[in-house]
C-alpha cells in the first residue's frame, strides 16, 4: 500500500491543440509572405520594366519584368525541401519564424534598390537576388502553414481551420492592392523614383506581428510525440519519394491550378492597363474587391469541404474557373468596369475560392506526419514553378486585335484540366483520422520494420 507520504507518480500532460491560435499566427505569416510576393508582382507589371528593363520596345521590357517574377517559382522548391527537411527534422514553429525573416528582410532589401540607370546591370542582377530570397521563403511557407494548423485542428474541422492559411494569402494581395492605388495615384515621376518603394518599406510593419505572434504559439502536438516516440525521419525526402512519390506527383499537378491566379491579379493587371484602356486604380480596386471578398469564401467551402469531402469542390473550382477565365476577358476586351467586376468576382471570388480555401488541408493530409512538411512543400512548389512563369507564358501568347488574348484563356483553360485530373485520382481524406492519413507511408513503413523484426531471429541463428 502506498503511503500518504509518498509523492505520485508525475503524469506528462498531454500536447495540447490550439487551433484558434494556431489558424491565426498562419493567418499572420501568410498575410506577410503574400503581401510582399505580390507588391512585387503589381511592381513587376507597373514600374520594374521602366526601372530595371528599359527597353525600346516595351513589350520586351514587361517580359523581363515577368521573367523576375517567375524566377521566384524557380526557387520555391528549393525552399520547399530545404525548409521542408528541417521542418520535419525540428519542428514546424522554428522553421516558420526563419521563413518569414527571410521574406520581410528580402523584401525591405528590395525597396532599397537602386535602378538601372543608377547602377546599370547590377541593378536587375540584385533584384532577381531579392525575388530568389523572396521564392525560397515561400516555398517553406504556404507548407509549414497548412502542416501546422492542420496538426493543431480538431477531427472534423481541419478544412475549416486550415483555409485560414490562403485566407492570409486574401488578406496579403488586398493590402498589397491597396496599399499601391495611392501609390498610382502620385505623380509618375514621384512614382517612379519614390512612390514604388513605400509598399516594399511597409513590409516590416506586418513582419513585426506575425512575427511576435508566432513566437507565442506552441509546437504542434503531432511532431512532439514523433520527437518522443522516436518517429522523425532523418531523411524526410528520401522517405516521402520512397513511399509516396504518386502523391507528391498529384500535389503538383493540382498545384498548377494557380496559374488562374497569376494570369488574374499579374498578366490581367498588365493587359487591362496597358491593352483594354483601364486605369490602374480601377482595375486595382477591382482586384482588391474580389479577392478581398474571397476572405469569407475560403472558410465556407473548406467548412463545406468537412461536410461532404474535399474532390467535389476542387473539381468544380478547376471546371468553373476553365470557363470564367473567357468571361473575364471578354468583360476587359468591353471596356465596361461593372463587367470586369462580375466576372473577376465570378472566377476569384466564388469558383477560385473553392480551390484556395481546400487546398491547404488537401494537400497536407496526402502525407504521414514523419513527412508531411516535405511531401507537400515538395508537390506543391514544383506544381507552382508553372504558375510563376505564367504571366510571361501569357505576355507570349497574346496575339495582337481584340481577341488576342484568347491564347492566354486557353492555357489557362489547359492548366486547369491538368489541376482537375490530379485532384480526381487523390485520395478523399476529409474523414480519415489524423494519426491514418499518408496510408502508404504507413503501410509501407509497417512492411519495412516487419521484414527488419523477421530477419534479426534469422541473424541471431547464424
Known amino acids: 500500500m502506498q503511503s500518504a507520504s509518498t509523492p505520485e507518480p508525475a503524469t506528462q500532460q498531454a500536447p495540447r491543440k490550439t487551433p484558434v491560435k494556431a489558424a491565426l499566427a498562419s493567418f499572420l505569416g501568410s498575410t506577410l509572405e503574400y503581401y510582399d510576393f505580390f507588391i512585387y508582382g503589381t511592381a513587376a507589371a507597373l514600374v520594374f520594366p521602366h526601372l530595371f528593363f528599359p527597353s525600346a520596345d516595351p513589350a520586351i521590357g514587361l517580359i523581363g519584368a515577368f521573367a523576375t517574377f517567375g524566377v521566384a517559382y524557380v526557387a520555391r522548391p528549393v525552399g520547399g525541401l530545404v525548409m521542408g527537411h528541417f521542418g520535419d527534422r525540428l519542428g514546424r514553429k522554428k522553421i516558420l519564424l526563419l521563413t518569414l525573416g527571410i521574406m520581410g528582410l528580402a523584401s525591405l532589401g528590395i525597396g532599397f534598390l537602386p535602378t538601372y540607370e543608377q547602377l546599370g546591370v547590377w541593378a536587375p542582377i540584385l533584384l532577381v537576388t531579392g525575388r530568389l530570397a523572396q521564392g525560397f521563403s515561400a516555398g517553406a511557407e504556404s507548407a509549414g502553414a497548412s502542416t501546422l494548423t492542420l496538426e493543431h485542428s480538431p477531427e472534423g474541422k481541419r478544412g475549416f481551420f486550415t483555409s485560414f492559411v490562403m485566407t492570409g494569402y486574401a488578406s496579403g494581395m488586398v493590402l498589397a492592392t491597396l496599399v499601391f492605388i495611392p501609390v498610382t495615384a502620385l505623380p509618375q515621376e514621384a512614382m517612379m523614383s519614390w512612390g514604388w518603394r513605400i509598399p516594399f518599406w511597409l513590409s516590416i510593419v506586418v513582419l513585426a506581428i506575425a512575427y511576435w505572434v508566432r513566437t507565442h504559439l506552441d509546437e504542434t502536438p503531432v511532431f512532439e510525440e514523433a520527437q518522443e516516440q522516436n518517429k522523425v525521419t532523418p531523411m524526410p525526402v528520401k522517405e516521402v519519394l520512397r513511399f509516396q512519390a504518386p502523391d507528391v506527383l498529384r500535389v503538383a499537378g493540382m ?56 474532390r467535389p469542390l476542387l473539381l468544380t473550382a478547376a471546371i468553373g474557373c476553365s470557363a470564367t477565365i473567357f468571361l473575364y476577358f471578354l468583360a476587359l476586351s468591353s471596356g465596361n468596369i461593372v463587367l470586369v467586376f462580375l466576372a473577376a468576382f465570378l472566377n476569384m471570388t466564388v469558383l477560385y475560392s473553392g480551390f484556395n480555401g481546400i487546398w ?57 484540366l491538368i489541376a482537375a485530373a490530379s485532384a480526381f485520382h487523390s485520395r478523399e481524406t476529409f474523414r480519415t483520422p489524423i494519426d491514418e492519413l499518408g496510408g502508404p507511408y504507413l503501410e509501407g513503413t509497417a512492411r519495412r520494420r516487419r521484414s527488419a523484426t523477421a530477419e534479426q531471429p534469422q541473424q541471431a541463428a547464424l
Not at 493587359?271 to 476572405?295: C, H, K, P, Q
Not at 506543391?380 to 505564367?390: D, I, K, T
Open 255 to 310: 498545384s498548377i491550378m494557380s496559374v488562374m491566379q497569376t494570369i488574374f491579379t499579374v498578366f490581367g493587371l498588365a493587359y487591362a492597363t496597358s491593352t483594354a484602356g483601364f486605369d490602374r486604380a480601377s482595375i486595382l480596386t477591382v482586384n482588391a474587391v474580389a479577392i478581398g471578398l474571397s476572405m469569407f469564401a475560403m472558410p465556407l467551402a473548406a467548412k463545406l469541404s468537412d461536410r461532404i469531402g474535399r
Open 360 to 416: 491547404p488541408a488537401f494537400f497536407a493530409e496526402q502525407f504521414a506526419a514523419p513527412v508531411r512538411y516535405t511531401g507537400m512543400a515538395l508537390g506543391n512548389q514544383l506544381g507552382l514553378v508553372l504558375a510563376g512563369f505564367g504571366p510571361m507564358i501569357a505576355g507570349m501568347l497574346l496575339a495582337p486585335g481584340a481577341t488576342g488574348w484568347i491564347p492566354v484563356a486557353v492555357f489557362g483553360t489547359v492548366c486547369m
